[in-house]
């Protein structure tokens, strides 16, 4: 499922990269820090919110949970 739903990334961002000059794939790289940082903040806040971590909590199950839980503990 993965590699299928990147492979548009593939052909986007090699052209991109390779047609690019270092302080423009430097820029690049610089935005999508900081949108990803941006991204992870957001969903922070969103699933901290009490009414929407009481909806997480209710229909989430231990097993995605316990998944989530392994993944932190294998990166952190």
Known sequence: MTIGNG???IGVYIPL???S???QIITILIIF???I???LLVSNK???HPLIAKGLEKYSSHRSSN???LAWNLYH
Request: proline letters at 0%; aromatic letters at 14%.
């Open 67 to 69: 998944c989530l839980d």
């Open 37 to 39: 940082a941006v991204w």
């Open 17 to 19: 990269f390779a047609s």
């Open 7 to 9: 492979g548009d990334n």
């Open 33 to 35: 820090a900081v949108l």
């Open 21 to 23: 000059y270092v302080i």
């Open 46 to 48: 969103l699933t901290t």
